[in-house]
Each structure stands twice: as C-alpha cells, then as structure tokens.
C-alpha cells in the first residue's frame, strides 16, 4: 500500500512539473502513464484479492 501511495504522489509531482515548466511536457506524459500503470496494478491486486474469498 505504501508503495502504491508512493507512485501516485510521484506521478501527481511529474505531472505538475510537467504541466507548469516549458519544454518538459515528456514528463507530464511520463506522470501521466504511471498514474495509469498504477491504477491497473491496484486494480489487479483488488481483483486477485476478491477471488480468495470462498462463499459458504
């Protein structure tokens, strides 16, 4: 979970500093796609998590 939060505050950070600084748009690309990549990873891990819990 840390390493979760730990992405996202860094993919938020390249992004501002993408956004606001000329020519480093490349980074607010990069933010962008490990914003993603991480919502995916989380969204696996969630989907994993569900499957281990039997119904009785």
């Given amino acids: 979970m840390?390493?979760?939060?730990?992405?996202?505050?860094?993919?938020?950070?390249?992004?501002?500093i993408g956004a606001t600084v000329e020519g480093l748009g490349y980074l607010l690309i990069i933010g962008i796609a490990l914003l993603v990549a991480d919502l995916v990873l989380a969204a696996v891990r969630l989907s994993r998590r569900s499957h281990r819990h039997v119904l009785r």
């Fill in 2 to 16: 840390v390493i979760f939060l730990l992405i996202v505050i860094v993919a938020i950070v390249l992004g501002l």
